[in-house]
């Protein structure tokens, strides 16, 4: 492999722009050489505007190529295992979109390619990157917030009509957009956040609107292994949109929300941490973190082997709704690793 990492984007929709910024603000250690979309119209225009070179209709066009070390994999939810897994038989890292795969057996399917091949594999988990999220994680970690008791999360907006790709509202091909399509995000950084894991999951939920073809009212509780419990809420239906995270802990509560957290000890004065939000950051740091990996072959934070804890709640959270009972993670999914590489 030469020094600069040389890329594939696959899949030229909404995503793409992102990994492409991505990738352009990490360019002293890799190049994107193709943007592949089975519509050449849209990878065509996503090379124009980002200045790459070849633009393909056919991804069987990159797995043979020498001049192409890794693919991003931004497609719909259903087409990200069989291209993992074609992927990693042609020998090209892997950095796959969010939710990582369908259920966990796709998800084990999926690390075992990469694993068989030897090539790294890592989820699009971009919440991880923020710089919000990872100072409040640093905040945490410094040990202020004492025995965490309960958190909350809460993701609401309003999401009513047929105005997005279509494959979204297909539950064959996208899974839930609530549980997949969100819950990636959201059940994902509340462990990362604690660096912790989950014991047990009990959730319930309702489908209402019939263009989602599954649940749009979601609230899930968290049995977690740090001793605490987590509580996640979210809803299709809110007619504002809120979008927030509070900790409550033994020395006081700490609230993560847009671009700041804000620590409300018990005795003391509030305080309030700022780290303004640029949008593509996370990408940056996400595409910077994937190529580094590889550069330096070693496993990525939110390497697919993390990624098998959120994988493994967005099943038992379906589980549990629709079994009426909790889920307990290790009885229905066996063994798993460290949430983090660090
Ligand atoms: N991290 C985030 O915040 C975030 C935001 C949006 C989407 N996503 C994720 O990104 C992924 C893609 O979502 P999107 O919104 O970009 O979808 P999209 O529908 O906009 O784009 C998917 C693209 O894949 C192409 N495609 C479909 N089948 C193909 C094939 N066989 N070969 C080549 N191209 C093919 C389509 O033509 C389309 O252009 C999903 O996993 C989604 O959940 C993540």
């Not at 509030?270 to 996400?286: I, N, R, S």
């Amino acid at each position: 492999m030469g020094e600069q990492v040389r890329v594939a984007v696959i899949g030229a929709g909404v995503i793409s722009a992102a990994h492409l910024k991505g990738y352009a603000a990490n360019a002293e250690k890799c190049v994107v050489k193709a943007v592949c979309d089975r519509d050449l119209g849209r990878a065509e225009a996503r090379c124009a505007e980002f200045g790459v070179a070849e633009a393909l209709g056919d991804a069987e066009a990159i797995w043979a190529r020498d001049d192409i070390d890794a693919v991003s994999i931004c497609l719909p939810h259903d087409l990200h295992e069989p291209f993992v897994v074609r992927a990693a038989a042609a020998g090209k890292q892997v950095l796959c979109e969010k939710p990582f795969a369908l259920s966990v057996a796709s998800l084990d399917r999926m690390a075992a390619a990469c694993e068989q091949a030897g090539v790294i594999c890592m989820s699009a988990q971009v919440l991880r990157f923020r710089a919000v999220f990872q100072a409040a994680r640093q905040f945490i970690r410094s040990g202020r917030l004492g025995q965490i008791h309960q958190t909350w999360r809460r993701r609401g907006g309003i999401t009513r009509s047929l105005d997005q790709n279509p494959w979204i509202y297909n539950y064959e091909k996208g899974g839930s957009l609530v549980v997949h399509g969100f819950g990636a995000h959201e059940f994902d950084i509340l462990m990362w956040l604690q660096d912790t894991t989950c014991d047990r999951v009990y959730a319930a939920g309702r489908a209402n609107n019939p263009i989602w073809q599954s649940v749009d009212e979601v609230s899930s509780i968290f049995h977690l292994a740090d001793g605490s419990f987590g509580n996640v809420r979210q809803s299709l239906n809110t007619l504002d949109s809120g979008w927030d995270e509070y900790i409550m802990a033994e020395h006081g509560c700490l609230r993560i929300a847009g671009d700041r957290f804000e620590w409300q000890p018990v005795e003391g004065e509030k305080e309030v941490h700022e780290h303004p939000l640029d949008p593509t950051a996370g990408f940056a740091g996400e595409c910077g973190e994937f190529v580094a990996a590889i550069q330096e072959q070693r496993e990525p934070e939110a390497s697919v082997r993390q990624a098998r804890w959120v994988q493994a709640v967005m099943e038992a959270v379906e589980l549990s709704i629709k079994r009426g009972v909790p889920v307990d993670l290790r009885e229905e999914f066996g063994d798993f690793g460290p949430i983090t590489a660090s």
